[in-house]
């Protein structure tokens, strides 16, 4: 679309706000599973409470953004829409479930005294199900789906997704939204919970990191086009620096861990590697939306239904991020035992 001499790429523009609307989700409802996770790991009511209390006024919320991904990728990018989820049906089925039997046990568990662990265990099973999906959908994305591409179908079997790859990063992000988690309640909490959860932020971040660089090195040969984009000519300098960029932000986060004993700075500096790596994923991807088969202009929407719906977008996104930050900003500071949601 022609505008005043230069061309607005409508379709990279989607694009983009897709994998803004996705980033988005994965740090904001990643602690929040990761919190989940981490309960299981706390046997005292009172601690729990202050766990569940220290995402209680946002995390409805924090899943607007995966609406907003799935419906944007729906209505910009229909053709993908109809290629990545019948190859996926099984793991976002199962992180859908996990997040709605989540949410039922956050509000049940406050309900009743005698199934209170019953609840607990269904908030600990939905956030581990959610975050493991969540990790085997994108691996199962990132090694490749196949497709007809004369019938413009999906091609493959129904076990597609199930490989070594997709499960080691479905383990990947669950750890990683352990450590997102933990930093979380190093932030907002204080005393004997926020020592132990700081304590063990650390080992979870080693692992976190660990397994960075096993995907990171394994991911490149799933495809030649992963490889190219990584190691030819030039570029092998871009992978060198997003290298460094990780390690030294995870030498800050266990610095500020450890040595300097921040509270807010771990969590931001933990927040600040997913979106390396997310930066990572999106320039092995682009601009395939449906790796390495099709691009993000095969699979766009007609330019007209686009602009319709960015008008929308253009209305509704800053509503959304205002109405996000004011929430977080109402409820920051420290969550206290016998305060909050009952």
Same mark, same amino acid.
Request: charged share 15%; glycine share 10%; net charge neutral.
């Given at each position: 679309?022609?505008?005043?001499?230069?061309?607005?790429?409508?379709?990279?523009?989607?694009?983009?706000?897709?994998?803004?609307?996705?980033?988005?989700?994965?740090?904001?409802?990643?602690?929040?599973?990761?919190?989940?996770?981490?309960?299981?790991?706390?046997?005292?009511?009172?601690? &729990?409470?202050?766990?569940?209390?220290?995402?209680?006024?946002?995390?409805?919320?924090?899943?607007?953004?995966?609406?907003?991904?799935?419906?944007?990728?729906?209505?910009?990018?229909?053709?993908?829409?109809?290629?990545?989820?019948?190859?996926?049906?099984?793991?976002?089925?199962?992180?859908?479930?996990?997040?709605?039997?989540?949410?039922?046990?956050?509000?049940?568990?406050? &309900?009743?005294?005698?199934?209170?662990?019953?609840?607990?265990?269904?908030?600990?099973?939905?956030?581990?199900?959610?975050?493991?999906?969540?990790?085997?959908?994108?691996?199962?994305?990132?090694?490749?789906?196949?497709?007809?591409?004369?019938?413009?179908?999906?091609?493959?079997?129904?076990?597609?997704?199930?490989?070594?790859?997709?499960?080691?990063?479905?383990?990947?992000?669950?750890?990683?939204?352990?450590?997102?988690?933990?930093?979380?309640?190093?932030?907002?909490?204080?005393?004997?919970?926020?020592?132990?959860?700081?304590?063990?932020?650390?080992?979870?971040?080693?692992?976190?990191?660990?397994?960075?660089?096993?995907?990171?090195?394994?991911?490149?040969?799933?495809?030649? $086009?992963?490889?190219?984009?990584?190691?030819?000519?030039? &570029?092998?300098?871009?992978?060198?620096?997003?290298?460094?960029?990780?390690?030294?932000?995870?030498?800050?986060?266990?610095?500020?861990?450890?040595?300097?004993?921040?509270?807010? &700075?771990?969590?931001?500096?933990?927040?600040?590697?997913?979106?390396?790596?997310?930066?990572?994923? $999106?320039?092995?991807?682009?601009?395939?939306?449906?790796?390495?088969?099709?691009?993000?202009?095969?699979?766009?929407?007609?330019?007209?239904?686009?602009?319709?719906?960015?008008?929308?977008?253009?209305?509704?996104?800053?509503?959304?991020?205002?109405?996000?930050?004011?929430?977080?900003?109402?409820?920051?500071?420290?969550?206290?035992?016998?305060?909050?949601?009952?």
């Amino acid at each position: 679309m022609p505008v005043e001499g230069f061309t607005l790429d409508l379709t990279t523009i989607w694009a983009f706000l897709i994998a803004l609307a996705v980033l988005i989700y994965v740090i904001l409802d990643g602690f929040d599973l990761g919190l989940g996770m981490l309960f299981a790991l706390e046997r005292k009511r009172g601690d &729990r409470d202050v766990m569940m209390n220290s995402v209680a006024p946002v995390w409805d919320g924090n899943e607007t953004w995966l609406v907003l991904g799935g419906g944007g990728l729906l209505a910009a990018f229909p053709l993908a829409y109809a290629l990545i989820l019948p190859a996926l049906y099984a793991p976002i089925i199962a992180m859908l479930l996990a997040l709605i039997f989540r949410g039922v046990a956050f509000e049940f568990r406050w &309900r009743t005294e005698r199934g209170r662990w019953a609840w607990d265990i269904a908030f600990i099973a939905g956030s581990g199900i959610a975050a493991l999906s969540q990790g085997i959908t994108l691996g199962g994305l990132l090694q490749g789906i196949q497709i007809d591409k004369a019938a413009r179908a999906y091609s493959g079997g129904w076990w597609d997704w199930l490989t070594p790859f997709s499960l080691t990063v479905g383990v990947a992000v669950m750890v990683g939204y352990m450590l997102l988690g933990a930093t979380w309640l190093v932030m907002k909490t204080g005393g004997p919970l926020q020592e132990r959860m700081r304590a063990r932020a650390w080992p979870l971040g080693a692992v976190t990191l660990a397994f960075i660089g096993i995907v990171s090195l394994w991911t490149p040969f799933l495809q030649d $086009g992963y490889y190219n984009r990584w190691f030819a000519d030039w &570029r092998i300098a871009l992978a060198g620096g997003v290298a460094a960029a990780v390690l030294a932000i995870a030498a800050l986060m266990f610095r500020s861990l450890t040595i300097h004993r921040h509270e807010y &700075r771990p969590f931001v500096l933990a927040l600040m590697l997913f979106v390396l790596c997310f930066v990572g994923l $999106g320039i092995s991807m682009f601009p395939y939306i449906v790796p390495t088969e099709i691009t993000i202009y095969e699979a766009a929407a007609p330019a007209k239904s686009q602009i319709f719906m960015l008008v929308g977008a253009v209305i509704l996104l800053p509503v959304i991020l205002i109405y996000t930050a004011y929430a977080y900003w109402v409820f920051r500071g420290k969550v206290d035992e016998g305060t909050g949601y009952h």
